[in-house]
């Protein structure tokens, strides 16, 4: 496996105080691309979720579209008040 690509931009999708970040690898020996996402909130130093695997294609955006997206629903069913 190849080591792992940080996405250009840091910031791909927001939500109140939430955001995700995502990190795309590209399979070994396949033009897959596999892609995490990180859920963070503004207040903690640290992803909140974390989800391997979250998108999956053959062209790097469309994994990380599959991630932000992922992300974003993920987002939706967390209740801002526990943070």
């Known amino acids: 496996m190849s080591s792992p690509l940080p ?25 897959m691309w596999t892609s995490t996402v990180y859920v963070f909130h503004v207040r903690r130093s640290g992803p909140l979720l974390t989800i391997e695997n979250a998108g999956r294609a053959e062209y790097r955006d469309d994994a990380r579209r599959q991630a932000v997206a992922a992300g974003l629903a993920a987002i939706a069913d967390i209740d801002p008040a526990d943070y």
Not at 7 to 31: I, K, R
């Open 7 to 31: 996405t250009a931009a840091s910031v791909l999708g927001l939500c109140d105080d939430f955001h995700v970040e995502t990190l795309e690898m590209q399979v070994s020996d396949s033009s």
